[in-house]
């Protein structure tokens, strides 16, 4: 007895074993932009301010350069520790000069 097995002989792949051919058709190319976006491609809601942390602390004051370079003298009283060099992003609001947080904007983080 022996146990010589074969596998059994198989013949020409079946079309279905096949991958599938690529299109000859060409692909689709695209066209140069003729300038820069008209509207932001990355609009955030009024008042959302995305930036580093320039002065931080405990607070309530901080300062906060966004992502243009702007200059922003936030108040927040209830924000907690923001350490300097933190990226954050905030909800900002105008607010008077009665409270001095510093060089720049002077604006006040919303609460949500």
């Known amino acids: 007895m ?44 009024t008042g ?12 309530p004051c901080y300062g906060l350069i966004d992502e243009n370079g702007t200059e922003y003298a936030v108040y927040g009283p209830n924000a907690g520790e923001l350490r300097k060099g933190d990226l954050v992003t905030l909800r900002l609001t105008a607010r008077d000069r009665s409270v001095d947080c510093g060089p720049g904007i002077p604006m006040r983080i919303i609460e949500e």
């Open 48 to 59: 959302v301010v995305a930036g580093w942390i320039s002065r931080g602390g405990s607070g």
């Open 2 to 45: 022996s146990d010589d097995h074969q596998p059994a002989a198989s013949g020409p792949a079946s079309p279905a074993d096949r991958p599938t051919p690529s299109s000859a058709t060409d692909l689709p190319t695209l066209r140069r932009p003729t300038g820069p976006p008209k509207t932001p491609t990355d609009n955030r809601p």
